[in-house]
């Protein structure tokens, strides 16, 4: 991005061509560009143009506040989403915290939510065009903040009540899993829980990376798992933590808001027959290890030792509306071998087959295809292990 034209797109005269570059979006690239060259130089035209772009791609992440906000294509694709930013700042809300120093802010999704939830914050990025994007967008929202171009590893945070990172997560080779290649290193990130601090991290950091007395929380929100983060110091209150955060609008499910469950909510649950009901625990629980704790919660059991699904056979239909679940009715067990269960199918008159499987070796797309169904009627078909064998059960989702 080129850093002149962007601050020049703030101005007046660049608030007007940005606009006009929006009326445009959906219009021929080559064309919309043409267009706007006539009352702008290249430089400013194609910020305006990849600004117009990415607000729109930023709506899924960022709501209606995307529409005056300011991005980066790498900046928007590491943002985290609001609703769970949001969620960050109610914990530090609830801690108490006056203040907040994030480490590593880029365009300023996390600043934006602290700041909103009222704590002093101040951001610090290596990119001098995050900083700038960063400060571009506290001063659209309206929200104060600060935001400098500095080095994470050399900042004091002892003046703020809570220091946030979000360690870069990739290499020279691109994403990176390893926690050595992060930006800020590991090194640092240890470094940094042994205070009050807050550090987000991959969905998939292995729980035997998590230093002791730090909570780990693994965020799940429209039913993705988007984060794990440490919370360490007086902000860890339990070692395990799963929370979900439903799809508004979501029925029933959606009722419950944001739910959260810890490691003190787990008395633990072992296999047990397959009941009337199967349950496929959120992507978060699962993450956190807790799929037991959702077992218990149900009375019910696992439906083999190492496979995260759980049965029951409550008469409490209640318990079956859980956030931290999808519940099926077992309808009954179909052949598990191929050919007979395209036969089973097809005497169902099945013609449209939503297939979800954990625990086996299929590829649910292809298989598809294999059984070549024609019907009229549609059905989800499970297709997992009980008790260590492969079982096929044809659901009806609650």
Known sequence: MDLDAFRWLLTDDGQRLLADAEELADA???????????????????????????????????????????????????????????????????????????????IGGDLVAFAQAGLVAAGIDLDPERVAVAEANLAALG???????????????????????????????????????WTPPWPFVERLLARDACVKTAPGIPHDLVPPGVEAEWVSDHGEVKEAALWSGRLATTTRRATVIPAAGAGRRGEHGLATLTAEDDPGAGVVPLGRFLLEPDGAVIRAGLVTAVAAAVD??????????????????????????????????????????????????????????????????ELRQRLQLRGDQTATLVLTRVAGHGTALLVRPL
């Open 28 to 106: 021929d690239p080559l064309r919309a560009h043409a267009t706007l060259r006539r009352v702008a130089e290249p430089e400013r035209v194609a910020v305006a143009l990849t600004q117009a772009g990415l607000r729109r791609k930023a709506v899924a992440k960022f709501g209606d506040l995307a529409a005056r906000m300011y991005f980066t294509p790498d900046g928007l694709e590491q943002a985290t989403r609001q609703r769970v930013a949001t969620h960050r700042a109610a914990r530090l809300q609830a801690f108490e915290a006056a203040s907040v120093i994030d480490l590593g802010c880029g």
């Open 143 to 181: 929200l104060d903040g600060a935001v400098t171009v500095a080095d994470a590893t050399r900042v004091d945070t002892s003046p703020f009540d809570v220091a946030f990172a979000d360690p870069a997560r990739r290499s020279p080779r691109g994403r990176t899993f390893e926690a050595a290649d």
């Open 300 to 365: 019910g059991g696992l439906v083999d030792e190492h496979l995260a699904y759980v049965t029951t056979d409550t008469t409490d239909l209640d318990l079956l509306e859980t956030p931290f679940a999808r519940a099926y009715e077992v309808l009954e067990e179909l052949p598990y071998r191929e050919k007979p269960l395209r036969a089973a199918l097809l005497t169902r008159g099945i013609g449209s087959l939503t297939i979800k499987k954990r625990g086996v070796d299929i590829v649910p797309e």
